[in-house]
Nanobody, 121 residues
Framework: QVQLVESGGGLVQAGGSLRLSCAAS????????MGWYRQAPGKQRELVAT???????NYADSVKGRFTISRDNAKNTVYLQMNSLKPEDTAVYYC???????????????WGQGTQVTVSS
């Protein structure tokens, strides 16, 4: 069994900061790419940021320069530091990871349950 658990969401005023964490646990052999996605009410889920095992990152244009994604491979954890938050950042943020389980020869795309981020004006 593999599980992704997000934490760090909450309510913050515009211009403030939040740090999201996502920890993978279970019978894990390896983790490839990890990332964060978000979904606002009435909108499609969109990519926020991704990071490869080697540390290469990719950001949505809307968050570039404000958000930073990072990972700790020893802890099987990915982080999203969010600064200068705007009301339009309000959404449910989902952790994503490509994980190969112990004893399995393929990777599977895992998702966390999501954590709510609300930015007030």
């Amino acid at each position: 069994q593999v599980q992704l658990v997000e934490s760090g969401g909450g309510l913050v005023q515009a211009g403030g900061s939040l740090r999201l964490s996502c920890a993978a646990s279970g019978s894990i052999f390896s983790i490839n790419a990890m990332g964060w996605y978000r979904q606002a009410p009435g909108k499609q889920r969109e990519l926020v940021a991704t990071v490869t095992t080697g540390g290469l990152t990719n950001y949505a244009d809307s968050v570039k320069g404000r958000f930073t994604i990072s990972r700790d491979n020893a802890k099987n954890t990915v982080y999203l530091q969010m600064n200068s938050l705007k009301p339009e950042d309000t959404a449910v943020y989902y952790c994503n990871a490509m994980i190969q389980r112990v004893g399995v020869t393929f990777e599977y795309d895992y998702w966390g349950q999501g954590t709510q981020v609300t930015v007030s004006s």
